[in-house]
């Protein structure tokens, strides 16, 4: 067993099992609904909804398996995190000896979280000029300003209170992305049709990896263990980890829930409402369709939710950056400044008049090249026994682990040949 092995796996035993039966499971959620907003930022928006406006129903099953592998691929990333009372990241840093091996993931890894972070900005912007009218430069500077007072409120209230504001900013997303169902409500029939596995040409193909790779992000499975890790640090021993566990299934069934009904639910606005329209291949686009169709009031309530999405989820971002930094290259680095040093690329491609849907596609691209990097290891460490001693993978969860590793790969290998080929 590596020495790196033997010192994780020895935080199992550091502590006696504390009094954790009578602990209500409400007090024990949160890290999950906080990675979940991840699968609601503003590229999961333009996937679904370009999804919906130009194949209809047909990639209603891409949406409901991707989110039933992002269920446990959360799951993994949790229970690494809870179990051996360290991040994913961290893991990787001890477990890479050559500093320059280090390095090179921490680079690929960064690159996707700077990615992310340029979906999100760019998703609050677009937000701010659809609802006040507001340049796409100075909707990047307020995106990226307030974002730095909820990181603030994780850096200085701890965790809990950051949960609670991630949490009611995912509320108001929930709202702002499913009231217009209601008012034009899918077809179930279609709806039912859709969950067939199918696709219609070389482009569906292309719309449902993204919309995966939209799905499933690098940057939401480091987060994941490290929030589990940071939230339940004095919890530890084999009762108190069962427990964490047996909470944690609830904690990500409960956030998969949710980010997977208000994914669906775009979708089959999009699908409902606007399918067929001309100009819904961007998120103005959709704005002004949504309010030619069902009125300014949804067109609003979209809009607000698009703003909810992108601050919530460049929160979650900037944390997720600076735990991959402090896990591979042992810097920590306050939040708050890497929050302004990964805002300055975004508020470059703004100022540069670079078109945002654009901009978001190609942050998928680079999402794409990052899946591998951090599914791949998961399941592998999780899988070991030597690290997570009893609460190791059984087989058929790392089967399963393995067959979602691979499909996410191959379909965003399919992405990557379609975009570069302009197929």
């Given at each position: 067993?590596?020495?790196?092995?033997?010192?994780?796996?020895?935080?199992?035993?550091?502590?006696?099992?504390?009094?954790?039966?009578?602990?209500?499971?409400?007090?024990?959620?949160?890290?999950?609904?906080?990675?979940?907003?991840?699968?609601?930022?503003?590229?999961?928006?333009?996937?679904?909804?370009t999804a919906g406006a130009r194949y209809g129903?047909?990639?209603?099953?891409?949406?409901?398996?991707?989110?039933?592998?992002?269920w446990l691929i959360q799951y993994l990333s949790a229970k690494l995190g809870i179990v051996t009372g360290t991040s994913l990241p961290e893991i990787l840093g001890l477990r890479m000896k050559r500093p320059l091996a280090?390095?090179?993931?921490?680079?690929?890894?960064?690159l996707v979280a700077m990615a992310t972070d340029l979906a999100e900005i760019i998703g609050g912007a677009v937000a701010l000029n659809l609802l006040f009218n507001l340049p796409l430069i100075w909707g990047g500077i307020i995106t990226g300003t307030i974002s730095m007072f909820v990181l603030m409120v994780q850096s200085r209230r701890g965790p809990?209170?950051?949960?609670?504001?991630?949490?009611?900013?995912?509320?108001?997303?929930?709202?702002?992305?499913?009231?217009?169902?209601?008012l034009s409500p899918p077809d179930g029939g279609s709806v039912l049709s859709g969950l067939v596995p199918r696709f219609e040409g070389s482009n569906s193909v292309l719309l449902a990896a993204s919309i995966l790779g939209a799905t499933i992000m690098p940057h939401a499975i480091y987060a994941h263990s490290s929030l589990a890790r940071d939230r339940f640090p004095e919890w530890q021993g084999?009762?108190?980890?069962?427990?964490?566990?047996?909470a944690t299934k609830w904690d990500v069934t409960i956030a998969m829930a949710i980010a997977g009904t208000v994914n669906l639910a775009i979708l089959l606005l999009a699908a409902s409402a606007l399918q067929g329209v001309d100009g819904t291949d961007t998120l103005q686009g959709a704005y002004a369709a949504l309010q030619n169709t069902l009125g300014p009031a949804i067109a609003t309530t979209f809009a607000i939710g698009l703003l909810a999405s992108g601050l919530a989820s460049t929160s979650v971002g900037a944390y997720a950056g600076a735990e991959i930094m402090h896990g591979l290259l042992h810097i920590r680095v306050p939040l708050l400044l890497r929050r302004l040093v990964t805002l300055i690329p975004a508020l470059v491609i703004l100022g540069a008049g670079f078109d945002p849907t654009e901009a978001l596609v190609l942050s998928q691209v680079v999402l794409s090249f990052g899946i591998p990097f951090a599914l791949i290891p998961l399941?592998?460490?999780?899988?070991?026994?030597?690290?997570?001693?009893?609460?190791?993978?059984?087989?058929?969860?790392?089967?399963?682990?393995?067959?979602?590793?691979?499909?996410?790969?191959?379909?965003?290998?399919?992405?990557?040949?379609?975009?570069?080929?302009?197929?």
């Open positions: 067993m590596a020495k790196s092995d033997v010192l994780v796996s020895d935080r199992l035993l550091s502590h006696a099992p504390t009094t954790v039966a009578s602990t209500r499971l409400l007090w024990l959620l949160g890290p999950a609904l906080v990675a979940g907003v991840a699968y609601l930022d503003p590229g999961n928006v333009a996937s679904n909804m129903y047909l990639l209603v099953w891409v949406v409901v398996a991707g989110n039933v592998m992002a280090r390095r090179m993931y921490w680079l690929q890894a960064e809990r209170i950051f949960e609670r504001v991630i949490i009611a900013l995912m509320l108001i997303i929930v709202v702002g992305f499913m009231a217009g169902v209601f084999v009762v108190a980890t069962r427990r964490l566990l047996w399941v592998w460490l999780t899988a070991q026994r030597g690290i997570l001693g009893t609460f190791a993978n059984r087989w058929f969860t790392t089967t399963a682990g393995i067959i979602c590793a691979l499909a996410l790969v191959a379909l965003n290998v399919v992405l990557l040949v379609l975009v570069f080929t302009g197929a």
